[in-house]
């Protein structure tokens, strides 16, 4: 696993108490985001925020500001600050094995990120932040 920083970033989420859901809270934050004149997606990967693997926070990580998301009020949106950080490369077979994997780094930390486009190339990064 390695250590690293986190740069800022801005994301743009829905909260579920589910994961398997995440191809329909795409379907409408990607909407949101096209609807935007200033909003930008970083990459094509879904990304999940989280502190249990009871909520789970799905969206897009993006650039740029829109003050019209305030009136959007199923969208949260995060601002995150620079960060230390674990950083690790997985592949998993399908989304049971990834939430089992979940449980047993969750108890080594406070929070985690998750990001992918299919399950074969996932990047986790861990965090320990203050709870």
Do not use: W
């Not at 690293?4 to 859901?21: H, P, V």
């Not at 879904?46 to 500001?65: A, P, S």
């Not at 780094?105 to 320990?128: A, G, I, Q």
């Amino acid at each position: 696993m390695e250590k690293s920083k986190i740069l800022n970033r801005r994301f743009l989420s829905i909260s579920s108490e589910r994961i398997n859901n995440f191809l329909e809270i795409l379907e409408k934050i990607d909407s949101v985001i096209e609807e935007s004149l200033n909003l930008e997606k970083v990459n094509s990967n879904c990304t999940i925020y989280g502190k249990d693997l009871k909520n789970f926070q799905i969206g897009r990580e993006v650039v740029g500001n829109d003050p019209n998301l305030k009136h959007h009020e199923f969208i949260c949106v995060e601002d995150f600050n620079e960060v230390e950080c674990s950083i690790e490369h997985s592949q998993f077979s399908d989304k049971e094995e990834l939430l089992a994997f979940l449980e047993k780094k969750m108890t080594n930390y406070t929070s985690y990120r998750f990001s992918f486009v299919t399950l074969d190339n996932v990047e986790f990064v861990f965090f320990n932040l203050e709870k």
